[in-house]
């Protein structure tokens, strides 16, 4: 059971972590290469800066935060003050 009788925080290995934000990077990398070949394609198809310039850099962003906010749930993350650490902490600052 986790701290404050929740439920048990989930584990992963370190180098399986790191193997997925390899990934994650190599993912994001190939998607902003295909945003500026796309962002081309819509310049010479006779689109405005708003469509060419725009939509393909923020498509990459929101893909970037989906994806950030997946790993960080995958990795057991956790808001402030919630997490098994502060539990430690709390409980020494509480024997202080």
Do not use: C, N
Request: a positive charge.
């Amino acid at each position: 059971m986790g701290a404050r009788g929740g439920p048990p925080p989930r584990r992963i290995s370190p180098y399986i972590l790191v193997f997925i934000l390899t990934g994650a990077v190599l993912l994001l990398s190939l998607l902003g290469g295909g945003a500026g070949v796309a962002a081309f394609l819509l310049l010479r198809a006779g689109y405005g800066f708003l469509v060419w310039g725009l939509l393909p850099p923020l498509a990459l962003i929101l893909i970037a935060a989906i994806l950030g906010a997946v790993l960080w749930w995958a990795a057991g993350g956790s808001r402030r003050g919630t997490g098994e650490g502060s539990a430690k902490i709390q409980a020494a600052e509480d024997d202080v």
